[in-house]
């Protein structure tokens, strides 16, 4: 069974950073594309980055170039490091997983956390 359990959230003001990290168990970690997406308040869920098993990543337009995702396969884990944050970047984050899928690493996810509050102020 797969568990996944985000830790980092909070809150941070406008233009400082946070680093979400989220640890994996149950499968084997290195074989799976890992994703970070958040949910506001009253919007849809929606993807923010990915880390493909091969090494690749791919991340949503409104985070690049502010935001990294990053892997350790020893230690079952992934991390978002979120700079330059914006009150807009408010939301519920979420890192996701999945195996075998040569889709967009932007969708198909079957294995979610519960999720961390990150809360923008301006």
């Known amino acids: 069974q797969v568990q996944l359990v985000e830790s980092g959230g909070g809150l941070v003001q406008a233009g400082g950073s946070l680093r979400l990290s989220c640890a994996a168990s149950?499968?084997?970690?290195?074989?799976?594309?890992m994703g970070w997406f958040r949910q506001a308040p009253g919007k849809e869920r929606e993807f923010v980055a990915a880390?493909?098993?091969?090494?690749?990543?791919v991340y949503a337009d409104s985070v690049k170039g502010r935001f990294t995702i990053s892997r350790d396969n020893a230690k079952k884990n992934v991390y978002l490091q979120m700079n330059s944050l914006k009150p807009e970047d408010t939301a519920v984050y979420h890192c996701?997983?999945?195996?075998?899928?040569?889709?967009?690493?932007?969708?198909?996810?079957?294995?979610w956390g519960q999720g961390t509050q990150v809360t923008v102020s301006s």
């Open positions: 996701a997983a999945r195996w075998g899928s040569s889709s967009d690493p932007r969708d198909n996810y079957v294995y």
């Open positions: 880390s493909r098993y091969s090494g690749g990543t």
């Open positions: 149950g499968r084997s970690f290195s074989a799976s594309d």
